[in-house]
């Protein structure tokens, strides 16, 4: 499975941005697909995911009411809205996906995209 994620860049506080993860080859192996991100120096931590079978999102709390995910129907792309960013915001964000039980969990899932920088200035 190869993830391909775009979208990032530069904005400034309380703008949207919205990232796209496309995935292909053996996409049908994949239970769910989620956003994670990194700061230099810290862990990468999770931010939401969704799962194919029922379209259940997940949500870290830091972004809850700001960030949504979604998917397209035929489960090889899945989206991040992002709304009223805020520098705290500012990461490097990666998709994954996997046969994943609980979606918040790093390690269970199986195969990450590069990423794709986001900044937000102040």
């Known amino acids: 499975v190869q993830l391909q994620a775009s979208g990032g860049g530069l904005v400034q506080a309380g703008d949207s941005l919205r990232l796209s993860c496309a995935a292909s080859g053996r996409t049908f192996a994949n239970s769910a697909m989620g956003w994670f991100r990194q700061v230099s120096g810290k862990e990468r931590e999770f931010v939401a995911a969704i799962r194919w079978s029922d379209n259940a999102t997940a949500y870290a709390d830091s972004i809850k009411g700001r960030f949504t995910i979604s998917r397209d129907n035929a489960k090889t792309t899945a989206h991040l809205q992002m709304n009223s960013l805020r520098p705290e915001d500012m990461a490097v964000y990666y998709c994954?996906?996997?046969?994943?039980?609980?979606?918040?969990?790093?390690?269970?899932?199986?195969?990450w995209g590069r990423g794709t920088l986001v900044t937000v200035s102040s």
């Open positions: 994954a996906a996997g046969a994943v039980r609980s979606l918040s969990r790093r390690r269970e899932y199986d195969y």
